[in-house]
């Protein structure tokens, strides 16, 4: 898992800029990781820690922080791109009803070098994701006699 001090030690082993506004988003995306929230969510709460922010600033700092494998960019055909730092092998439990994105320990790991010798894939990266209704999109639904869940 992320924090402060490993990210800004990655951005200076390569060579990158720690300025106030890239402060600014790591902080949110620390304190939002939870919620794997979007540019658009880290906007608006890294405004509030630095109103200098551009919506620019985020995208690039985003984008930087993810080709440099330092968090994840979970990207939806039908929903806006989200971010995590929970780099461990996981399944992401997505919300069709609000959403979210709940993290669930993955119960059986691949080995990359495995599936390589196997298969001759290289893998770079993985991601495993189920897609239903939370907790509190089944109650509220049950609520309206919806049979949807």
């Known amino acids: 898992m992320m924090n402060r001090e490993s990210?800004?030690?990655?951005?200076?082993?390569?060579?990158?800029?720690?300025?106030?506004?890239?402060?600014a988003i790591i902080e949110v995306l620390m304190e939002k990781n939870d919620d794997h929230p979007g540019a658009g969510a880290i906007y608006r709460e890294a405004r509030k820690k630095r109103r200098s922010v551009s919506l620019s600033?985020?995208?690039?700092t985003l984008g930087e922080l993810s080709r440099r494998g330092i968090i994840k960019k979970l990207q939806f055909d039908q929903m806006e791109n989200r971010y995590e730092g929970n780099l461990e092998e996981h399944v992401n439990l997505i919300c069709k009803g609000c959403g979210k994105i709940i993290?669930?320990?993955?119960?059986?790991s691949l080995d990359p070098a495995k599936v390589a010798r196997k298969t001759g894939f290289q893998m770079l990266d993985?991601?495993?994701?189920?897609?239903?209704y939370c907790r509190e999109c089944?109650?509220?639904?049950?609520?309206?006699?919806d049979r949807t869940p």
């Open 7 to 23: 990210i800004v030690k990655a951005f200076r082993e390569k060579g990158l800029k720690i300025t106030p506004q890239r402060i």
């Open 57 to 60: 600033t985020v995208y690039a």
């Open 103 to 108: 993290d669930y320990e993955a119960p059986v």
């Open 126 to 132: 993985s991601r495993l994701e189920y897609y239903g």
């Open 138 to 145: 089944v109650n509220r639904l049950k609520g309206k006699g």
